[in-house]
C-alpha cells in the first residue's frame, strides 16, 4: 500500500494558559481558511515571541489509510509552567482528515461532522501546571485512500 504525504504546520505563542484552560474554541490552529490562532485571546506576547517550540512526534511523513499512529506534541520555554496548544489534521480542500484518539485526561477532540475538522487541545488536567515542558501523547487513524496529502496544524502556548 502506497502512504500519503503530511505536512506539519507549526506555531509558538509564548503566553500564559489561562482564559480557557480546558482547550481554547476550535479553528484557532493557524489553519486555513481563518488561520486563527492563539494571539486572538492571549495577545500579552507577539505571535512567534519567545525562544521556546514546538515538537510534533511519532509520525511519520506518511501516512497510511485506516493505520493508527502515535502523535505527540511537546514544547517547552524557559521560565514558564502553564501550557496549552491545539492542532488539526486537513485535507487538500482544508476539510477533516483522518479520526484522533484521545487515551488520556491530558487532551481532548472535539468531535464535529465532517467535513468539518476536528481540533486536539489540552485539558484542564492537560496545562500542567508547574512542570517545566508540555507533553501530550494522542493517536490519529489515517484517512480513507484517496484523501491525497494531509496538513497537521498545530499552535502551541
Known amino acids: 500500500m502506497r502512504?500519503?504525504?503530511?505536512?506539519?504546520?507549526?506555531?509558538?505563542?509564548?503566553?500564559?494558559?489561562?482564559?480557557?484552560?480546558?482547550?481554547?474554541?476550535?479553528g484557532y490552529a493557524n489553519?486555513?481558511?481563518n488561520l486563527n490562532s492563539c494571539i486572538a485571546c492571549h495577545d500579552s506576547?507577539?505571535?512567534?515571541?519567545?525562544?521556546?517550540?514546538?515538537?510534533i512526534g511519532g509520525i511519520n511523513t506518511r501516512y497510511f489509510p485506516g493505520e493508527l499512529s502515535e502523535i505527540y506534541v511537546v514544547?517547552?520555554?524557559?521560565?514558564?509552567d502553564h501550557w496549552g496548544f491545539q492542532l488539526t489534521a486537513l485535507d487538500a480542500d482544508n476539510?477533516?482528515?483522518g479520526i484522533f484518539v484521545m487515551p488520556d485526561e491530558f487532551s481532548s477532540v472535539s468531535e464535529n461532522t465532517p467535513p468539518e475538522p476536528d481540533?486536539?487541545?489540552q485539558t484542564e488536567a492537560g496545562v500542567l501546571e508547574g512542570d517545566d515542558f508540555g507533553r501530550w501523547y494522542f493517536e490519529w487513524i489515517g484517512p480513507?485512500?484517496?484523501?491525497?496529502?494531509?496538513?497537521?496544524?498545530v499552535v502551541g502556548m
Open 3 to 26: 502512504g500519503c504525504e503530511i505536512t506539519l504546520a507549526l506555531l509558538l505563542l509564548p503566553a500564559l494558559v489561562l482564559a480557557f484552560p480546558g482547550g481554547g474554541p476550535d
Open 31 to 33: 489553519n486555513p481558511p
Open 45 to 55: 506576547y507577539p505571535l512567534n515571541g519567545g525562544l521556546g517550540g514546538v515538537i
Open 75 to 80: 514544547m517547552g520555554d524557559a521560565g514558564f
Open 95 to 97: 476539510n477533516s482528515a
Open 119 to 121: 481540533y486536539v487541545n
Open 144 to 153: 480513507p485512500p484517496g484523501t491525497g496529502p494531509v496538513t497537521l496544524y
